[in-house]
């Protein structure tokens, strides 16, 4: 028996969506899965029932850029100290250099590197430099695409993020901290703001109204409880193979709900911060960055969206990192002006960072999807808009692509573009094989070649 793509259970106040079952194959076409024209002719998409979705990283602060950067070319290269936890997945993933954010430099406004890194990073436009309401900039990459194929998914599109940031005022050199706080930007002057609490992007995936959530925490259901009736019902529809995945997709949901209740026990055992922060966050960063990594992994899974930004830190972010032994701010460190002590914090902090993206890419990798995996249909960038925290450059960005999708892009190599190469051409070329119709984006000078070898 064939099923719609758009399939859900429902139940009191919940609606919960699907992963990709066998009995869905033929029933909906992907965004963009005929062909993905670009100005030199056109890429073939995969013909399959699957869709293609694409996710945007953001770390902030750059990075030490001689214990980044790999040595070698193509897929003959050595992976570097911070990129060696990226090991079991090379084969997954790109290292890309040479690629640039001209608008995030000065270009005559002064200092303020930290706020132009978010602002510009999937933008590719200059941030007009205030601290009031009369910001600007431009749309991202993300909301760009959100506009033209956001509708084929419940939420257009996700932002999420483990720091808040400020909301108001200015936040680095004569900055709005709106361009520290947010990288995903629905048009000129308005961003789009992220949420941090994990229970709350569970609550928006699976579709549950406020009232319902609070009661269903209170008694400590799961969301599995209220789509029982309907869950048993589609059971009796499916074969040997989509069973057992519907019943290991549930026992995922229910083990990512235990970890959201853990981390709201523990909010309620600490005392409240003097700040306007959400309930329900992980005391351990690693806990919150994974914990968000999953929620992502979650809403591709079920097709609840195709787009998502995930900013691990605001813009200039100063945390600090005890589970690694660094009581000292990321910002501060990240100037530290060759001092041996500071830089070895530095590529710690580097190597964490990789560290969580490695975990996530293989827990995409290992997620079976079609006749691939989840990642073999995505496309997911990291990197921060800043290359050498030390020097504030924006050239020779540290970017790290991981998916293939649908075959479009070959991976597990390092891929050096010409010096000065935009980033937003990168960010073209992803669009075009979304399906978007896309001419230019940012600072753009074309599509990105190079992406299959």
């Known amino acids: 028996m064939s099923i719609s793509r758009r399939t859900v259970l429902r139940g009191v106040g919940v609606t919960m969506a699907l992963p990709w079952l066998e009995a869905m194959a033929g029933t909906g076409a992907r965004a963009g899965a005929a062909t993905i024209a670009g100005r030199a002719g056109a890429v073939a998409g995969n013909a399959g029932a699957t869709p293609l979705r694409m996710a945007f990283v953001f770390t902030p602060n750059g990075v030490n850029y001689p214990n980044w950067m790999p040595s070698g070319q193509g897929t003959s290269y050595t992976l570097s100290p911070a990129l060696e936890p990226l090991a079991n997945v090379r084969r997954h993933v790109n290292v890309l250099t040479g690629l640039t954010l001209d608008k995030a430099r000065a270009n005559g406004d002064g200092p303020g590197d930290h706020a ?14 205030t601290a009031g309401n009369d910001i600007h900039l431009g749309i991202s990459v993300d909301q760009f ?9 419940r939420l257009p599109s996700l932002e999420i993020g483990c720091e808040n940031g400020r909301r108001a005022g200015g936040c680095d050199s004569g ?24 229970a709350v992007v569970f609550d928006r995936l699976f579709g549950t109204d406020e009232a319902n959530a ?20 589609l059971e009796g529809t499916l074969g040997t193979a989509d069973r057992r995945k519907l019943e290991e997709y549930q026992d995922s949901v229910r083990e990512i709900e235990r970890r959201v209740e853990r981390a709201r026990d523990e909010a309620g055992d600490r005392p409240r911060p003097d700040m306007d922060a959400p309930e329900g966050i992980p005391q351990k960063l690693s806990e919150h960055i ?4 999953d929620m992502l992994i979650l809403a591709f899974r079920t097709d ?12 200039g972010s100063n945390r600090t990192f005890p589970e ?56 997911v960038l990291f990197g921060s808009g800043i290359s050498d925290g030390n020097r504030h450059n924006h050239e020779n960005l540290p970017i790290v692509m991981a998916g293939r999708a649908a075959g479009t892009i070959d991976t597990g190599r390092l891929v050096r573009f010409e010096r000065e190469t935009p980033l937003c051409n990168l960010y073209v070329s992803m669009l075009e094989r979304m399906g978007c119709d896309v001419e230019s984006f940012g600072d753009s000078t074309g599509e990105l070649r190079g992406l299959t070898a």
């Open 116 to 129: 132009r890194s978010s602002a510009t990073f999937l933008t590719g436009r200059q941030a007009r430099k």
């Open 145 to 153: 695409a959100a506009q033209q194929i956001g509708a084929k998914t």
């Open 175 to 198: 900055y709005s901290c709106a361009y520290t706080s947010n990288v995903a930007w629905r048009d000129e002057n308005t961003p789009v703001p992220k949420t941090i609490d994990p």
């Open 214 to 233: 609070r009661e269903r925490l209170r008694r400590r259901n799961s969301v599995l409880d209220y789509v029982r009736d309907d869950s048993t019902r």
């Open 290 to 293: 994974d914990l968000m990594y």
């Open 304 to 315: 609840s969206t195709r787009i998502a930004t995930f900013m691990t830190g605001v813009g």
């Open 324 to 379: 690694i032994g660094i009581n000292e701010g990321h910002h501060h460190l990240s100037h530290h002006r060759d001092d041996e002590g500071m830089v070895e914090k530095i590529r710690k902090i580097d190597r964490f960072y990789t560290e969580r993206f490695a975990r996530f890419v293989k827990r995409m990798s290992e997620t079976p999807e079609g006749e691939g995996s989840l990642l073999d249909n995505s496309m």
